[in-house]
């Protein structure tokens, strides 16, 4: 404001200036010889001064209306406890010159970056995020908008100084493959994400992000599982991602009485998930242009590293419509179980799911369950024998055992959803089964994609 306020001042110093040298080259012309010429020139000079007059009346006029504008700026920005925004920090340093980040997770800050686009139904998933947050020094939230959509603008803008609100700036339409027209969307959702992340990431300075779709609806204990996870995330560099969701966590499959219960999966879930800045590091130069979450499950993102996940979800999705038209979400999704029961997740000791101690732990209890067939679990019977292993050796035999007990049957470059090793835990008519390969398996086969 004062910036413009100045630009005035010298407009008018120039302005008049320029009049009096005007005035004066009038004034010292030699008289003319015919009255009607001097008569004229007497005329010409008058309105000259006129004009002159009126521009500088008009010039003080809109500088005193500039300090006001200013003056009452400065007190309305008292009265609500605002503050001018600050500079935008410089841009990050290359790598070899970068700050060292600090590795102690109890001064983190893990910000929220909820993933908007046009849904004003946002709303639900904020409110939830606002009820549970334990802390807003601790947990920002950042809503970061995609589309332009008003209502959806005005929805978030209601929170107030509650959310940081950003917009991604490019809403063109991008050139895709003939056969991709209509999965434009996924190209647009990936550009978002880029961007939304290069803010948190690159602008914010963040350590770690918690990313949530605005139709998600989180657990009482969402900020408490991703607080007492973040150091394993930190630790252990066999992980990359920690999730909330688990894919088969429809009611009937899992275990409710063990809410607390976590594991590792080597496919990556999304759907409320955390990841370091140095992933971001990682993956930024080679972000897709569109499919990105099934790009992060191909072997060159994922890396043998795996995420940890939940028996019970801590979220659930309430996004029936969307880019993907409804794909499983009403033959999954939408049974989901959310979290209800509140887990002291900080205070309990997870280091078994640190890689070797996860593996002398869980593989032995896998591999120790008696063998059953599908037809026993389908009947019911041998439930004397607790949990149990249904083995599988080649794709068809995976799908087929996973339709037939209800389970998400697609793989991933070959990995099953929910799976560590190729081992997928849930539970069947009360008990716990593990669909698993052989004892001896070596790996992925990415064509049973």
């Not at 007190?75 to 060292?100: D, H, I, K, M, Y």
């Not at 000791?349 to 070797?356: A, F």
């Amino acid at each position: 404001m004062l910036k413009k306020s100045s630009l005035v001042l010298w407009g008018a110093v120039l302005f008049i200036a320029w009049n009096g040298l005007l005035l004066l080259f009038l004034w010292s012309r030699p008289p003319s010889s015919a009255s009607s010429s001097s008569s004229e020139g007497d005329r010409l000079t008058a309105e000259v001064i006129r004009l002159a007059q009126d521009a500088e009346a008009e010039l003080e006029r809109q500088k005193e209306l500039l300090r006001q504008i200013h003056h009452y700026s400065g007190l309305w920005s008292e009265r609500r406890g605002l503050q001018f925004p600050p500079r935008p920090p410089p841009p990050p340093p290359p790598p070899s010159l970068a700050v060292p980040r600090p590795t102690d997770p109890s001064g983190v800050i893990l910000p929220v970056l909820v993933m908007a686009c046009d849904r004003s139904t946002v709303r639900r998933c904020l409110d939830k995020l606002l009820q549970y947050r334990p802390s807003a020094q601790r947990f920002p939230l950042i809503v970061s908008q995609d589309c332009g959509h008003a209502e959806t603008a005005r929805v978030i803008a209601s929170y107030g100084d509650a959310v940081t609100h950003i917009r991604q700036p490019d809403l063109s339409d991008i050139a895709v493959p003939a056969e991709h027209r209509k999965f434009q969307g996924y190209y647009k959702i990936a550009r978002h994400y880029r961007w939304a992340l290069g803010q948190v990431f690159r602008t914010f300075r963040y350590r770690a992000v918690i990313v949530v779709e605005d139709d998600l609806e989180v657990a009482p204990d969402f900020f408490e599982y991703f607080q007492a996870t973040f150091p394993l995330l930190l630790a252990d560099r066999s992980l990359w991602c920690v999730s909330a969701w688990n894919d088969n966590g429809k009611e009937q499959m899992v275990d409710v009485s063990q809410a607390e219960l976590l594991y590792r999966t080597d496919f990556f879930p999304g759907l409320g998930w955390l990841l370091l800045a140095e992933l971001w590091d990682e993956l930024e130069p080679k972000w897709p242009r569109a499919f990105w979450d099934d790009w992060m499950r191909q072997p060159e993102q994922r890396r043998d590293r795996s995420c940890i996940r939940p028996e019970v979800s801590r979220t659930m999705t309430f996004g029936r419509k969307g880019v993907s038209h409804g794909q499983f979400f009403d033959q999954y999704l939408k049974f989901i179980k959310l979290n209800d029961r509140f887990v002291p997740f900080t205070q309990l000791d997870l280091s078994y799911l640190k890689k070797e101690e996860y593996k002398r732990s869980f593989l032995p209890k896998v591999y120790s369950a008696p063998e059953v067939r599908v037809e026993d679990l389908q009947g019911n019977r041998r439930r004397e024998l607790g949990a149990v292993r249904l083995p599988y050796s080649s794709r068809d035999s995976f799908k087929a055992f996973a339709k037939a007990l209800g389970l998400m049957d697609d793989l991933k470059s070959g990995v099953p959803r929910a799976g560590y090793r190729g081992i997928v835990s849930f539970v069947y008519r009360g008990r716990r089964v593990y669909l698993a390969p052989p004892s001896d398996w070596t790996g992925y086969d990415p064509s049973w994609s």
